[in-house]
């Protein structure tokens, strides 16, 4: 079982940054798949970006060159790097993990652009 803990999000004014973290930690070996979803009110939860244990990399089409993933495969962490945020943006930011899907989340972290 993975438990994933997300740290990072905040109140932000449009044009601003964020940096969000999820740490992983449980009985496995590694994690083949990580990855971002949020669930804005109103609105169905929708993916943001996933990538896999060697690099490779999905990002939905409205945050392609503002938003960037990454993680650090030794400590089991994934981070998403908001730049340029949006009001838009506005949603309950969860991590996830799993092997060919996202099947084990967070608790979520609230990501708000406002001025």
């Known amino acids: 079982q993975v438990q994933l803990v997300e740290s990072g999000g905040g109140l932000v004014q449009p044009g601003g940054s964020l940096r969000l973290s999820c740490a992983a930690s449980?009985?496995?070996?590694?994690?083949?798949?990580m990855g971002w979803h949020r669930h804005a009110p109103g609105k169905l939860r929708e993916w943001v970006a996933t990538?896999?244990?060697?690099?490779?990399?999905n990002y939905r089409d409205n945050v392609k060159g503002r938003f960037t993933i990454s993680r650090d495969n030794a400590k089991n962490t994934v981070f998403l790097q908001m730049n340029n945020l949006k009001p838009e943006d506005t949603a309950v930011y969860y991590c996830?993990?799993?092997?060919?899907?996202?099947?084990?989340w967070g608790q979520g972290t609230q990501v708000t652009v406002s001025s």
């Open positions: 449980g009985g496995f070996s590694s994690i083949h798949l």
């Open positions: 996830g993990a799993g092997d060919s899907t996202l099947t084990s």
């Open positions: 990538i896999t244990r060697d690099g490779n990399i």
